[in-house]
């Protein structure tokens, strides 16, 4: 089975039905299939609580526990810390890198922090 991850700005960009949407709601379609870092769960949450209130939260939330929660453990932090370093990553995005080579997954972005490394699908953002 080929595993796959949106990030949270795919994620967002699903919830605001952004021009990139197209390219990520295939993949959002196979939850529960969908490997879910934590990580992704808060930034995904505390945007959304920002932008829609608590209960648009609420239901988000409860959409990406229904996927394969990932979280961070040992081998993940050390993977993480390494690729902070090697690929100068922002700390929340080593950790969803850390975990998408973990599981040998594609993680889908519009992040431009994530452009041109293996195992990744970049569309840039559009402007909408």
């Known amino acids: 089975m080929n595993l796959d991850i949106l990030d949270s700005s795919a994620w967002c960009e699903c919830l605001?039905?952004?021009p990139n949407t197209p390219n990520f709601s295939p993949i959002l379609l196979k939850l529960p299939e969908l490997i879910v870092p934590t990580i992704?769960?808060?930034e995904v949450r505390k945007i959304a609580l920002q932008k829609r209130g608590h209960a648009k939260a609420d239901?988000?939330?409860l959409s990406m526990r229904s996927g394969i929660v990932v979280g961070i453990d040992e081998e993940i932090a050390v993977a993480a810390a390494?690729?902070?370093i090697k690929h100068?990553?922002?700390l929340a995005d080593s950790v969803i890198y850390a975990i998408t080579l973990a599981h040998k997954a594609t993680l889908w972005t519009q992040d431009k922090d994530f452009e041109g490394l293996p195992h990744v699908r970049y569309f840039p953002k559009v402007k909408s």
């Open 40 to 42: 992704v769960i808060t």
């Open 16 to 18: 605001d039905d952004g």
């Open 82 to 84: 390494d690729l902070f």
């Open 88 to 90: 100068k990553l922002p």
């Open 59 to 61: 239901e988000v939330t």
